[in-house]
Each structure stands twice: as structure tokens, then as C-alpha cells.
């Protein structure tokens, strides 16, 4: 059940207002983990024309929004237990991040949805050179999430700038991808034009995942930071 995955942060204001948060497998962490994994399986599926994996990945999505739905509830519980101003402060930087990891599940899943249908269709697959391009961006993205989802684990920000760095020149490159797509479907039709749209809206999407996971970044920076 929920309580065997996840601990809730806690939030205990000592005399002079501090914080002590104990960051175990906290929601947050927990969601960006299951995005970076998620994302992979759904690539490789739509690569490999898996509909179980697509449509087992869109189960887990929908399930992973409930859980997520029930532990801020409770997390946010925790923060109103501390001073009203510093609780106003760290509530601030908590919804920013809680709201993007909200909006990362919401990402996924209008990835996924297009490669479930196209799948089932029996459309024309991913050919190998969308897949041979798109594989290193792939590997990259996940491993931005992987860093980022460490990060907020062990409550050691000290990579951030770097990381953060890292996810914006992605998005560059995913952005100069995106116009040279757009450029080819010009040059595809019929069979071919509705799987250049599907692999368009996957470098689209991948490029929120990344703005998104770096608002999850800077608001966990400032939520566990020292008052």
C-alpha cells in the first residue's frame, strides 16, 4: 500500500523555528524515480511495438496521480503544523514542486496516449532511424531525472546549478529537433505522416518534462535549504 512506499516528510518547528525534514523516499523523490523509469519503458515499448507495456505504463500513471493525490494531503498537513510565516514561505516552495511533479504525470501520460493508439492501430512503427536519433535524448533525459531524484533523496543540493544546466541545454537540442521534424513532415504522407506526428508530439512533451522537472528541482532547493 501507499504506507509501504512512501514516508511522509516531516516537519518539526523547534523554539527558534527551524526545520527538520527527514527526506525517505518522499513523494516527490518517489514521482520523479517512477517518471525517469516510465518515460524509458515507454520509449522503448513504442520502439518495439509493446501495446501490453503502453498500456500497462498508462495504468500506472493513473495510479501513481492517486498516490501522489493522498501523500500531499497529508504533507501538507505537516507544513501547517509549523510558525505561520515560515510555514508560508516553505509552502510556497512545496506547491511549486508538488504541482510540477503533478504536471510531469500529466506529461507522461499525453506521451503515452498517442503511442498506445498508434500501437493498436497497427500504424506504421517508429521507423529505426527515428529510433536511432531519438535514443540518445532518451538516455539523457532519464538521466537528468535519475540525478535530480538522488538529489532530493539525500537532501544534497550541491549539484544542482549543474544539473539544472544540463536539463536546459537538452531542451535546446530537443527544440532544434522539433523544427527539423516539423520540416520533414512536409516531405511524409499518409502511413508515414501520422507516425512523424506521434515521434513530433514525443520531442514536444519531452521538452515540458524537462521544464517541469526543473521547477521540481528549484522548489525541493528551497524547501529543504536551512532557515
Known amino acids: ?26 513523494t516527490l523523490n518517489h514521482t520523479i524515480v517512477f517518471a525517469a523509469d516510465t518515460y524509458k519503458r515507454m520509449f522503448e515499448a513504442f520502439s518495439n511495438e509493446n501495446l501490453k507495456i503502453l498500456r500497462l505504463s498508462l495504468i500506472k500513471i493513473i495510479q501513481e496521480k492517486a498516490q501522489m493525490k493522498q501523500m500531499r494531503r497529508m504533507e501538507t498537513k505537516g507544513i501547517q503544523r509549523i510558525n505561520k ?17 503533478q504536471q510531469i504525470l500529466n506529461t507522461l501520460n499525453r506521451i503515452c496516449d498517442p503511442m498506445k493508439e498508434h500501437t493498436d492501430n497497427n500504424f506504421t512503427p517508429l521507423s529505426k532511424e527515428y529510433i536511432d536519433e531519438f535514443s540518445p535524448y532518451c538516455r539523457e533525459l532519464t ?28 531542451k535546446k537540442r530537443l527544440s532544434d529537433l522539433r523544427k527539423v521534424q516539423t520540416e520533414r513532415l512536409q516531405e511524409e504522407y499518409d502511413e508515414g505522416l501520422k507516425v512523424a506526428f506521434v515521434y513530433l508530439n514525443l520531442i514536444q512533451e519531452s521538452r515540458e518534462l524537462l521544464s517541469e522537472v526543473r521547477n521540481v528541482l528549484r522548489g525541493c532547493q528551497k524547501f529543504f535549504e536551512e532557515n
Not at 510565516?85 to 511533479?101: D, I, M, P, Q, R
Request: with cysteine; aromatic share 8%.
Open 1 to 26: 500500500g501507499i504506507s509501504e512506499c512512501f514516508r511522509v516528510i516531516h516537519l518539526i518547528a523547534d523554539a527558534h523555528c527551524r526545520i527538520d525534514v527527514e527526506p525517505i523516499e518522499p
Open 143 to 170: 538521466s537528468v531525472f535519475e540525478d535530480i531524484g538522488k538529489m532530493i533523496h539525500k537532501g544534497d543540493f550541491s549539484n544542482a546549478e549543474r544539473v539544472s544546466q544540463d536539463a536546459k541545454m537538452l
Open 85 to 101: 510565516g515560515l510555514a508560508y514561505e516553505k509552502n510556497t516552495w512545496y506547491h511549486l514542486s508538488s504541482n510540477s511533479c
